[in-house]
């Protein structure tokens, strides 16, 4: 397959070429919401455009609504390679899904049933489950990682799993430390356990390929809007789990998969820019169905994101005072995605951030809701991280410029 060509790619995003005042926008808060490419634009627009009504209805909209909710299911069961396309969930982001789905299985908990949950994952991975162990009695345990490694010690669930443990959440990325975590295995070691298995794959999705035949868990959740789509939650959850779930839903919806779980009317535009990211992804990829096309995708963009990310991490070392907060060995790019959070002495990243913004670099910084995380490595009362999150249409010149603009700030501090 021919190396990926980050200019061609480039081009097919509309926001990429925006300048303010002659600065080019470097877009480096993908961890937060990706941008978009013409495929995902132009999808939403058809769909607002002719295909815009409420489905099971006779006339010509309504039978193109339901044609395109079909064809967005199928394109995200190939996106994780799933069994089905019954086993596609959509939500309006994975914070509302799964709120929504921990009170649906919470049906199947009793008080003193255990939970397992992790240091390393964003709240909305954690405070759903925290909430409903509360509302029922739940014992919370937490599975901790090494704040040197910044990776799980291989026996970090063994620790925590009884034969009471009804549950394992946990990320499959993070996005604070950008850590993968070997998630196949702690699946297993879960699932061997009694318990069900429920993924994070917020980080994970816009980096590398989810199969979730292959996985293991019971349900993976991500967001098309960090993966070059809409605003548009979507959860995975094995046929056989989901049908025993109770669905929390009005009385005129039926018990039929997916929709026992799609509450209310869905963003069917959001439906239609997700089902155009998943074109888009696809054409980078090789294979005779649209899940290998994906699958092979991802490896051709990791292998473009380990280099711009390796230029990146051995930039950052170069700063006196300045710690990255996550795995950085050279031949490690593999076990992380390109997030990468740092502090340095004497800056508060709030303050980078600032500096970054005004050379038109955008950047986040703080706890990004990976609140855990961020409290476990200490840093909660001092700003959190500073975190630059790349994504395969950044280049090296991007990379290049921050480091820059970085030793102008430390020089002007
Ligand atoms: C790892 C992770 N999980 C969950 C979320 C929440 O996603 P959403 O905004 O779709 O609710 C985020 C958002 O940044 C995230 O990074």
């Known amino acids: ?85 019954s086993e596609i ?18 049906k199947r908990f009793r008080p003193g049933d255990e939970i397992v949950l992790s240091r390393m994952d964003h709240d909305a991975n954690v405070a759903p489950w925290l909430l409903l162990a509360e509302d029922l009695g739940l014992v919370v345990r937490w ?88 605003h548009q939650g979507i959860l995975w959850g094995r046929e056989a789990v ?23 009317t869905l963003s069917h535009e959001g439906m239609a820019g997700t089902l155009g990211a998943i074109e888009y992804l696809e054409q980078f990829g090789q294979g005779d169905t649209r899940a290998k096309r994906i699958a092979s995708a991802w490896g051709r963009l990791a292998e473009y994101e380990h280099r711009i990310t390796l230029r990146l991490i051995e930039g950052l070392k170069g700063f006196k005072g300045l710690t990255i907060r996550g795995i950085a060995s050279a031949n490690a790019m593999h076990r992380r995605v390109p997030t990468v959070s740092f502090t340095l002495e004497g800056h508060h990243p709030q303050a980078l951030a600032k500096g970054f913004a005004r050379d038109n670099i955008f950047v986040w910084s703080g706890h990004n809701y990976a609140v855990e995380p961020v409290a476990r490595m200490g840093l909660m009362d001092k700003g959190g991280v500073l975190r630059v999150g790349l994504a395969h249409y950044n280049t090296e010149a991007e990379v290049d410029a921050l480091l820059s603009s970085l030793t102008r700030q430390i020089r002007s501090a």
């Open 1 to 85: 397959m021919t190396a990926f060509d980050v200019a061609s790619c480039r081009a097919q995003f509309p926001a990429l070429s925006i300048a303010d005042g002659g600065r080019p926008r470097v877009y480096f808060d993908n961890p937060a919401g990706t941008q978009v490419p013409r495929q995902v634009i132009d999808r939403t627009v058809e769909c607002l455009t002719t295909k815009n009504a409420n489905l099971g209805g006779y006339f010509t909209t309504t039978v193109e609504a339901g044609k395109l909710v079909d064809l967005a299911h199928q394109a995200c069961a190939d996106f994780y390679n799933a069994a089905s396309a």
């Open 143 to 230: 599975m901790d990682f090494d704040t040197e490694t910044y990776e799980f010690p291989d026996d970090a669930l063994t620790r925590v799993l009884s034969d009471r443990t009804r549950l394992l959440a946990m990320g499959m990325a993070s996005n604070c430390t950008g850590t993968v975590s070997d998630v196949k295995r702690l699946a297993a070691e879960a699932r061997a356990a009694g318990a069900l298995v429920y993924l994070d794959g917020v980080q994970y999705a816009p980096h590398y390929a989810i199969d979730v035949q292959d996985l293991g868990a019971d349900f993976v959740v991500s967001s098309a809007y960090k993966w070059f789509g809409p």
């Open 242 to 264: 989901l049908k025993e779930t109770y669905g929390y839903k009005v009385r005129p919806a039926g018990e039929e998969l997916p929709s026992k779980f799609e509450t209310g």
């Open 89 to 106: 969930v959509f939500g309006q982001n994975m914070t509302t899904l799964t709120l929504h789905m921990s009170r649906c299985l919470g």
